[in-house]
């Protein structure tokens, strides 16, 4: 099993940078392929960025040249690096693992952008 805690959300005027952080717990992280999703207040989740096990790394259209996914499979943790954020940013930000037909998603952190 494999539990996941994500952390550093807030509130940020438009134009700053956050960095979220995904702690996974459990064995074999390395293995598993890393995502950000991301849901606002009436509106379908919807995924920001997805790291492999390699180290590869794809964005989605909206966040391209401003966030970047990393992972450190020492560590088990996988980060998104959020810059110029925007009011459309807002969100609560979700960190999953898949490997195969087994998904975790932690509990998600609030973003807030906003002047």
């Known amino acids: 099993q494999v539990q996941l805690v994500e952390s550093g959300g807030g509130l940020v005027q438009p134009g700053e940078s956050l960095r979220l952080s995904c702690q996974a717990s459990g064995r074999s992280f390395m293995l598993y392929v890393a995502s950000w999703y991301r849901q606002a207040p009436g509106k379908q989740r919807e995924l920001v960025a997805t790291i492999s096990p390699a180290g590869i790394a794809d964005y989605g259209d909206s966040v391209r040249g401003r966030f970047t996914i990393s992972r450190d499979n020492a560590k088990n943790t996988v980060d998104l690096q959020m810059n110029s954020l925007e009011p459309e940013d807002t969100a609560v930000y979700y960190c999953?693992?898949?490997?195969?037909?087994?998904?975790?998603w932690g509990q998600g952190t609030q973003v807030t952008v906003s002047s």
């Open positions: 999953k693992l898949r490997l195969q037909n087994r998904e975790y």
